[in-house]
């Protein structure tokens, strides 16, 4: 009977060093194989050619190189894909390859199956939770993405589906396997953590970050506004979550973004600007406006709508005219629905 094979993208490049000389090779092998694997990007350890044959039938038997399936594709009129994959173990998770300016491609993917945190705003919250991802499942995200559109990744977002920081550990090992030399695979400073505002977790990641950016989903400006959209903004206060963050940026010296939804009558009056641009104040900082995608999942009690195009150009002029860092994101793949986990709760639902 075969053993329970592991996930090659989990392990660390010294690691991978001790498991070729377990298996009775020489420990330069290893290098061979992170070029195989993330360079040359086989598929399978039958394509690593300049590694023994007997090197590869062992690795075959105790890993598996790629542990996605891919179960959809979606393409939009922007150019914005978004990819559905399956685990393993049959959840779905969604990457969406969002194209910006100059040949630059950005993508945005998942820590979770599902999400325990239920914002109003979002489709990943109302998936049921699946699992934590495994390190390697996040790092095949961009592998594969790479491969499925042809594009060379320039940046990555962690803000598909989950809650990055509630799946701490291997978010930090995916984090630090993507940015070691040996894979070449991104530079640290073109990744951006997103959270939600886990504060415990975001005092951890002070400490643990291995020099990657900081984002904050902020899409309200006072304690009352932001507890009607994201449940967990009851438990963590704006005012300390801003103080770790301003501790975040003494640290590592690089620009906080917040997150901006914006909805219609809820967080786009001229008394939002003047509390946004006080926020922005404190710290070098930056404002990604984010057009809301109004869809047919439920938002709970609260009723929130998209802001017309009009009311986002005033909203952020305004913004901008006091001083702050505004960049407006595009309505990326709005007829695909690419509001992270719009796919696979389409999915989830069909299935149940
Ligand atoms: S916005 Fe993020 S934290 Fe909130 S439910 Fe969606 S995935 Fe979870």
Do not use: W
Request: net charge neutral.
């Amino acid at each position: 009977m075969r053993m329970q094979r592991s996930l090659i993208y989990d392990i660390s490049g010294e690691e991978l060093k001790n498991v070729v000389v377990e298996l009775g090779e020489s420990s330069f092998r290893a290098d061979q194989i992170l070029d195989g694997v993330y360079i040359k990007r086989a598929r399978a350890f039958s394509e690593i050619m300049n590694i023994p044959k007997g090197l590869r039938i062992k690795l075959d038997e105790r890993f598996i190189v790629d542990p996605l399936t891919v179960k959809d594709i979606s393409s939009s009129t922007d150019g914005t894909q978004k990819i559905l994959f399956e685990l393993q173990d049959d959840h779905h998770i969604e990457s969406v390859v969002i194209p910006e300016r100059d040949d630059r491609y950005t993508l945005c993917l998942s820590t979770q199956a599902g999400c325990m945190l239920d914002c109003a705003f979002c489709a990943t919250g109302k998936l049921k939770f699946g699992r934590n991802l495994q390190a390697a499942e996040i790092i095949a995200q961009l592998i594969d993405s790479e491969r499925i559109t042809g594009k060379k990744i320039t940046n990555i977002v962690y803000m598909g589906m989950g809650e990055p920081l509630l799946n701490y550990e291997e978010t930090i090992k995916s984090l630090n396997i993507l940015t070691e030399g040996k894979t070449k695979l991104i530079g640290k400073k073109r990744i951006t953590l997103s959270t939600v505002g886990v504060l415990p977790e975001m005092v951890r990641f002070r400490n643990d970050n291995p020099g990657v950016k900081l984002a904050l989903s902020l899409h309200a400006t006072t304690d009352e506004q932001r507890q009607k959209i994201i449940p967990i903004a009851r438990k963590y206060k704006l005012r300390d979550l801003l103080d770790e963050l301003e501790l975040f940026y003494k640290k590592f010296r690089d620009p906080i973004t917040f997150e901006y939804i914006l909805f219609n009558d809820f967080n786009d009056s001229d008394e939002d600007v003047k509390r946004l641009s006080k926020i922005c104040r404190a710290f070098p900082s930056k404002v990604n406006i984010i057009p809301y995608h109004q869809s047919n999942i439920k938002t709970g009690s609260i009723d929130l709508k998209s802001t017309r195009k009009m009311e986002i150009e005033r909203f952020s002029n305004k913004l901008r005219s006091s001083g702050t860092n505004v960049f407006v994101r595009d309505s990326s793949g709005l007829d695909i629905n690419a509001a992270c986990g719009q796919l696979a709760l389409s999915v989830q639902n069909n299935d149940t």
